[in-house]
């Protein structure tokens, strides 16, 4: 009786693996976590748990609609969970803000293998890249310090691209900014 409960509504714990036809940028696997929703790229918090999988497939489809496109065609499955066997959803994640002059920007989690390393150059990458008007030369990272506030990095996207100074690592929680170029008239 209690598989049966389980094959009938969400609950915390459930991993989904979540499909959007119209942009892959919000394809992928999520985790019900402690608050009963799972954190989906540029809408934020969406709460699933109590839902049916068909219930949480409509509520992501209609969230994105209202807000990112004008038409998504969401396909969401519950990912079963065999013992013993790692699934990549398992692999560690850190949050990285990417803000400014960049294609997409916001939180990203960015997965990571074991023992590997993110870096900012990869991370403004996941963001879409850099903007026409983006001043590569004067990015930076911002990164909480000792005393809570966040030291600021300076980061040369340009020099980083052609080999010239090396890439940074990145910290779980860190920020990068790319700020705008400015033009003398």
């Known amino acids: 009786m209690k598989a049966q409960a ?3 509504v969400l609950v915390v714990g459930d991993t989904l693996e979540i499909f959007v036809m119209e942009d892959q940028a919000f394809n992928g696997i999520y985790k019900i976590r402690e608050k009963g929703d799972i954190i989906f790229p540029k809408l934020g918090r969406v709460v699933v748990a109590g839902l049916t999988v068909d219930a949480a497939q409509q509520k992501i489809q209609q969230a994105l609609q209202g807000t990112q496109l004008q038409n998504a065609t969401v396909i969401a499955d519950r990912i079963s969970q065999v013992p013993g066997v790692a699934n990549f959803e398992e692999k560690p994640k850190i949050l990285v803000f990417v803000t400014g002059k960049v ?3 916001g939180q990203h989690m960015i997965a990571i293998a ?3 390393t993110v870096y900012a150059y990869e991370a403004v990458l996941i963001a879409g ?3 026409q008007f983006a001043d590569e030369k004067h990015a930076y990272i911002l990164r909480k310090g000792d005393r809570g506030a966040r030291d600021k990095i300076p980061l040369n996207l340009r020099s980083i ?3 010239q100074e090396s890439d940074k690592a990145l910290a779980d929680g860190d920020m990068i900014c790319v700020p ?6």
Do not use: C, M
């Open 6 to 8: 389980r094959t009938d």
């Open 103 to 105: 294609n997409r920007p």
């Open 114 to 116: 074991s023992g590997d």
């Open 129 to 131: 890249g850099v903007t």
């Open 161 to 163: 691209r052609q080999g």
């Open 180 to 185: 705008e170029r400015r033009f003398a008239l």
